[in-house]
């Protein structure tokens, strides 16, 4: 099993970057005056001797550090591979994730109802009222009022001026529980039962898609 990356560089810090006391008996020797110190080809001899030994004693550590780095640097570049392939699958599978949530649903068919009928996206299995329709004629987005009804008063001008304030169009809003109330700039319904919008032929009213 590889080492722990933080082990391995805490021995190289150790082993190889901290200064070592310098050995007794190595390094240059003082020279004095006064005799009795040894002859001079004694003294190359030792210092023959302590250089070759410092020279295996760098080789040494050379091949020790060598296979610490080797060490360090096995597990990480396994690891990194490793994290770049997962790295690779996560951003494909969010991509993935992002494009689905992306795709917009249309209602098939698209129902009217009244106030009773939940507003969702609408399928022949689930019959819901769409809550996203636009229209086609004026480009407005269809407002509509749970447990409403339009004034038989209601006309083009009306919608065209008060579009979409509901503190304006309330005015031709009568109160009737269970229906709903839908209407553009251009067009207007009352609805109590479930609708198929293609049975309407004169609203150009489409699902804006949810």
């Known amino acids: 099993m590889a080492k722990d990356l933080d082990e391995l560089l805490d021995e190289v810090e150790t082993k190889f970057c901290r200064l070592e006391p310098l050995r007794l ?16 080809s004694g003294d190359r ?13 760098t080789c040494e550590k050379e091949d020790d550090l060598d296979s610490l780095i080797n060490e360090i640097f096995e597990e990480p570049n396994f690891d990194n591979k490793s994290f770049q392939k997962l790295k690779s699958k996560s951003s494909s599978n969010t991509s993935v994730g992002v494009s689905i949530q992306g795709l917009s649903k249309s209602c098939s068919p698209v129902y009217l109802s009244g106030s009773t009928i939940p507003c969702g996206i609408g399928t022949h299995t689930s019959q819901r009222a769409c809550d996203r329709l ?28 008060n579009m979409p304030e509901f503190h304006r ?5 009568i109160r009737k529980e269970g229906a709903r109330a839908y209407a553009c700039q251009c067009s207007w319904r009352s609805v109590e039962e479930l609708r198929d919008l293609q049975a309407d032929h004169e609203l150009r009213w489409v699902c804006g898609k949810h």
């Open 25 to 40: 008996g190595l390094g240059e020797r003082p020279t004095g005056c006064g005799g009795g110190g040894g002859t001079h």
């Open 45 to 57: 001899t030792r210092a023959q001797e302590e250089e070759k030994l410092r020279s295996t004693e």
């Open 134 to 161: 636009r229209c086609l004629a004026c480009d407005f987005r269809i407002v509509s009022y749970d447990d409403y009804v339009w004034d038989k008063s209601c006309d083009y001008l009306f919608f065209r001026n």
């Open 169 to 173: 169009l309330k005015a031709k809003l």
